[in-house]
């Protein structure tokens, strides 16, 4: 599944590595068995001094690719991270596995900073968390120089590309750390895949000696559906009640406005939602992401402005309202779903509407014709994977450069094989209204209006235009009106029509004349009566650590839950860091009945084992 690909061919590193430490001290600390994919490459790579660029899918287990080496190699590892908000949340989790960590950010007090800083002097810290505007500071540089540095990591290292969602332009001074630092290795670390990133990491950070580790993308225990919009709130709804009743998730939308409706509109149906979006004041932006992270079964609805970096483990939906303006975002955005590796949701409700207001936005944008270009490209593929009638995992990989990838049997296309239809006539139907509208040089007609001539309605619009006495009236009534609105977003989709202007006024492309003209056959997609019936067959192929509980293991998990949550709100901390679902689930499923079975559970480290292990015991032997 997971294979390194050296591209640089690089000599093995010098000095032999030090797998035994390693391996020590995932065992020790993580209280994991065994690295996952090449985890241990990276992390032999990194502790023997050399640079490593590391790809790997959100929940892939960077994280360890660098906090390993950190404890394995003399010094301090420094981790830039444009997560400023979350840093308390990583130290909080490296201090529950016992391992010295701490952070200098703009949050803190001076008192707070001076003592992270004479620890660090002290040699008292394994990890200092740094946001990458911290670097451009001379006090802070200086700091550094005074200290012992085991290595530098550079997280959400896509951050560096000028063409992402998420530049950070502090994150092209980094460069810097390689001049400053000549013999200190670096490891960047990112999850966003396509191979142009990939070569710009490389560049701007001049990680040009760097080994590349690129994981497979693949996230198999998340399946993915995308379903036509219809009433999209109501929708949403039976999703979360039919399949997610209880969980944590995610419900993007692209409008502020949108968000707080959604959030409302969930609230008020019994759903505990909270809005998450630029336009709220950061004080409730940080409580809302707090209380996400901290509060099981919690809803967060935002905008694409949320999500970097949340490493919650146990996000059990990632729901879109709206369509994504590109695959990228599309792919990290679902990626914020089941990073513990079981089974999860994404889940995308899209509509001809969603069409019209992208192509339209990309028409009136600001910035040049290639600026355009590339917004209209990334649109193109992210539409393309949304018509497809193939496996939805299999076109997602492709576009990421995987290629041989087989039907996954874990996806809406593959669970329940959509038909396509011969749509020519449809569509020269379509065109042909299209056509004699354009010809009112002065009027704006969107795709509404062409459904109508084609259903033969007569509405008001149709009748102060004449438009019942158009060749095309009434032409089109072996379709219902949602099959046309397919027909439209499925020709929008393919480029073989239009929209222009502010008004969302369809119009024929140069591609459109090869279907009138008979030279071009068009197929389409059949729009299912109702919506797909999901997770009605069982996920498969999903790297589930614990299947479902049964009946006997389920009140203990839930004991186990409430134990956990009680814990981590007198620690203040989430309860994820004291321990992940998972780790509960194998201990509900198979009770241990010492400690020393216990700290063989998957996630109990040593410390945790000697914080927490007794209470554990406690809770299984009550009933
Ligand atoms: P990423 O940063 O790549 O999104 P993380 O580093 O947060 O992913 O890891 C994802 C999850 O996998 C975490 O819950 C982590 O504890 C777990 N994990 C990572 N490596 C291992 C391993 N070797 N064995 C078991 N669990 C692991
Ligand atoms: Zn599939």
Known sequence: MVSPTDERTTSAPAGSPPTGDALDVLRRVFGYDAFRGFQQDVVEHVVSGGDALVLMPTGGGKSLCYQIPALVRDGVAVVVSP?????????????????????????????????????YLAGELDLLYLAPE???VRSTLGLLERGRIALFAIDEAHCVSQWGHDFRPDYLNLSMLHERWPDVPRIALTATATRATRTEIATRLRLTEARH??????????????????????????????????????VYCLSRASVEKTAEFLVANGIPAL????????????????????????????????????DKPDVRFVAHLDLPKSVEGYYQE???????????????????????????MIETSEGDLAHRRNLAAHLDAMLALCETVRCRRAQLLEYFGETGVA???????????????????????????????????????????????????????????????????GI?????????????RQLLAEGLLAVEGDYGTLALTEASADVLGRRRTVTLRKEPERPAAGRSAKPRGAATVVADLSPAAAPVFERLRAWRAATAKE???????????????????????????LSRVSGVGENKLAKYGDAILAVLTES
Request: aromatic share 6%; hydrophobic share 40%.
């Open 476 to 488: 089109g009534a072996e379709l219902r009106e949602t099959e046309w609105r397919g027909v439209v």
């Open 134 to 136: 911290g670097l451009a």
């Open 334 to 360: 679902t990626g914020r779903a089941g990073r513990d590796g079981l089974p999860s949701t994404a889940w995308l409700a899209y509509g001809l509407q969603d069409v019209v207001q992208q192509r339209k």
């Open 275 to 310: 809005p998450y979006h630029a336009g709220l004041d950061a004080t409730t932006r940080a409580t809302n992401q707090q209380r996400f992270l901290r509060e099981d079964g919690l809803v967060m609805v935002a905008t694409i402005a949320f999500g970097m970096g949340i």
């Open 407 to 473: 039907a996954c049997g874990n996806c809406d296309t593959c669970l329940d094989p959509p038909e396509s239809w011969d749509g020519t006539v449809a569509a020269q139907k379509l065109l042909s209204t299209v056509y004699r509208l354009d010809r009112e040089r002065n009027q704006r007609f969107g795709a509404g209006h062409s459904i109508d001539i084609l259903l033969g309605k007569h509405t008001d619009k149709i009748d102060q235009h004449g438009h019942d006495s158009l060749s095309t009236f």
């Open 571 to 597: 620690q203040g901390v989430p309860a994820y860091v004291i321990f992940h679902d998972a780790t509960l689930r194998q201990i509900a499923a198979e009770p241990p009945a010492s400690l020393a079975e």
């Open 83 to 119: 997560l400023i908000a979350l840093m308390q949340d990583q130290v909080d989790a490296l201090t529950a596995v016992g391992v010295r960590a701490g952070f200098l950010n703009s949050t803190q007090d001076p008192a707070q900073r001076r003592r992270v800083e004479a620890a």
């Open 213 to 250: 580790f690129v994981a497979s993308f693949d996230r198999p225990n998340i399946q993915y559906r995308i379903v036509p919009k219809r009433e999209p709130r109501r929708q949403l709804l039976s999703l979360l009640r039919d399949e997610h009743p209880g969980d944590a998730g995610i």
